[in-house]
């Protein structure tokens, strides 16, 4: 589990944001998040 | 002409709702409005504005995350996409679950687009006929109903949606209209958005990298900061390929109805949605245009959300409630102890002239909506003989 490191900032801001950018390995090993915005 | 029969759509239960003029597919797993289009009728596009995904959904009380995550996403998204299409309701939160929401098997914008919904009641009168459909929500313990309307010889479908509070304590939740739009109605030549709004905000965590505008900026609607410092034109859908976004906006505060719209000129057709802005405050802009490269979006999607509702941005809920009020408009609703709250608005579709250009105001009476553009006022009318039995006649 890592932080995507564009939001990284933004997440320092916001502690309870940091869920929001956890991101997870897709079945071809690209990360993405678990929590897109739709 | 005028019913209401079961049907199958793409393999999904539904109901089809029909008058003489249009078609209504909602579908009972989720709930969603699948399909809003007029019929086959000499000069009248049968256009469905509203978005279909390209991939093959399925019931979403179906998902197992076994058999299902590798298509659709894990439970925390996957759930709710699975079945996703057209207008979506997000009830009780607007937004994804929190890691522990998610562990307990609550996926994007709540319970309701991933239930079973019922059928409560089929009423065909002279002039109108209804669909009454209902859903409980477990975990919010929130009972919703929502009632369709079509009236004969009318482009407009009348909603009336009542939340239930089960619980004895009062109810703080999201409550938003999540509308999706897609090609081929939604063109980046010959569509474009219209929403009477002041101001918006960007949404504070980017888009995954493949961001189009810069993030948490406050801009003057509809044109937003992108990376580079320009402005982009957010009535403009799909703008560049590769990119998405989030934004808010304010609905103008000086109008107590709210409308968002959509137009395609080469179609000459205009589909949108009227409500009290006091119900819905704010209307939130989505747009994923090919960005998202994997499962289920797969770097070929191309949708764009108008998602009116009750709050401003889709967040996890604890830091929607953290983030409080924007611009001094509230982002919340609330239901009371074993009470209950009741909300009307309408869609509709309307055939517009040519040299339409772009809906510049709307307003409604007892048996019309009107709308203008730049060439005029009241340029179009839409018959809407059931507003004067709604709460929304004679607001605008």
């Known amino acids: ?38 | 002409m005028l019913g209401c029969s079961k049907a199958k759509w793409h393999g999904r239960e539904a109901f089809v709702l029909v008058n003489d003029l249009v078609h209504l597919v909602t579908l009972t797993g989720g709930g969603h409005i699948a399909e809003f289009r007029f019929r086959e009728r000499k000069g009248l596009s049968t256009l469905n504005p509203l978005w279909v995904p390209p991939w093959k959904t399925i019931e979403p009380y179906h998902y197992r995350p076994g058999q299902h995550a590798a298509r659709y996403g894990s439970p925390a998204t996957g759930r709710t996409l699975s079945g996703i299409t057209g207008h979506n309701l997000c009830l009780d939160f607007f937004g994804s679950p929190s890691e522990e929401e998610a562990r307990q098997g609550l996926s994007i914008h709540g319970e309701a687009p991933s239930l079973r919904w019922r059928k409560e009641r089929i009423g065909v009168r002279p002039q109108e006929v209804s669909l009454k459909l209902s859903v409980r929500l477990p975990v919010a313990e929130l009972r919703f109903e929502r009632e369709l309307t079509l009236r004969r010889g009318e482009s407009v479908a009348y909603f009336e949606e009542t939340v239930k509070n089960e619980r004895k304590a009062d109810h703080f939740f999201h409550w938003t209209q999540h509308v999706t739009l897609g090609p081929p109605f939604l063109d980046s030549q010959a569509s474009c958005i219209c929403v009477p709004a002041l101001k918006g905000r960007t949404y504070p965590h980017g888009y995954e990298g493949k961001e189009l505008l810069r993030s948490s900026y406050d801009f003057k609607w509809p044109r937003a900061p992108d990376l580079q410092g320009n402005f982009v034109d957010l009535t403009q859908p799909f703008i560049r390929s590769g990119k998405g976004f989030v934004a808010t906006a304010l609905l103008d505060p000086r109008r107590e109805i709210g409308y968002i719209a959509a137009l395609n000129r080469e179609a000459n057709l205009l589909f949108g949605y009227c409500f009290h802005r006091s119900d819905f405050p704010w209307a939130v802009s989505w747009e994923e245009n090919r960005a998202r490269r994997y499962p289920p979006w797969n770097g070929r999607c191309q949708v764009r959300g108008i998602e009116f509702g009750s709050t401003p941005f889709p967040l996890l809920r604890r830091e929607a409630f953290a983030q409080g009020p924007l611009y001094g408009t509230g982002h919340f609703s609330m239901v009371p102890a074993r009470g209950s709250r009741t909300v009307q608005y309408v869609s509709f579709l309307a055939a517009v002239p040519e040299d339409f250009a772009h809906l510049r105001g709307l307003r409604l009476t007892d048996s019309e909506i009107l709308l203008c553009d730049a060439r005029g006022r009241d340029r179009v009318r839409v018959r809407a003989s059931g507003l004067a039995a709604t709460s929304l006649a004679k607001k605008s």
């Open chain 1, 1 to 38: 589990m890592t932080h995507q490191g564009l939001n990284q900032n933004q997440a320092q801001r916001n502690p309870e944001a940091q869920d929001v950018f956890r991101s997870a390995e897709a079945d071809n090993g690209e990360k993405w998040l678990l929590n897109p915005a739709i």
